[in-house]
Nanobody, 124 residues
Framework: QVQLVESGGGLVQAGGSLRLSCAAS????????MGWFRQAPGKEREFVGA????????YYADAVKGRFTISRDNAKNTVYLQMNSLKPEDAAVYYC?????????????????WGQGTQVTVSS
């Protein structure tokens, strides 16, 4: 089982930036596609973005495209989510997840292990 620990959340003003990190252990990290999801109060969990095993391919939800960037460092077993130009509607608990499938990256059912989440709050 993969253990995932997110960090980097916090309070930021609208227009600001945050970088989330997700450290993995208990796995051969470079075998796993990694995803970021978020869940706001009263809403369903939604896909934010994903990155392939090598980091050569990334996918983003339309709502964050052009503002968020996913990267990974396989030597450090860590995936990152750089969030720029944050909006109040980006406020949520952000989760990273790992999966072995290479397709259906936007579906949370294709991820096997999840972190505990990190809170992102955006003030207007």
């Amino acid at each position: 089982q993969v253990q995932l620990v997110e960090s980097g959340g916090g309070l930021v003003q609208a227009g600001g930036s945050l970088r989330l990190s997700c450290a993995a252990s208990g796995c051969t990290f470079n075998r796993y596609r990694m995803g970021w999801f978020r869940q706001a109060p009263g809403k369903e969990r939604e896909f934010v973005g994903a990155i392939s095993t090598t980091g050569s391919t990334t996918y983003y939800a339309d709502a964050v495209k052009g503002r968020f960037t996913i990267s990974r460092d396989n030597a450090k077993n860590t995936v990152y989510l750089q969030m720029n130009s944050l909006k109040p509607e980006d406020a949520a608990v952000y989760y990273c997840a790992s999966g072995l499938l290479s397709s259906y990256y936007a579906s949370d059912t294709t991820y096997d292990d999840w972190g505990q989440g990190t809170q992102v709050t955006v003030s207007s």
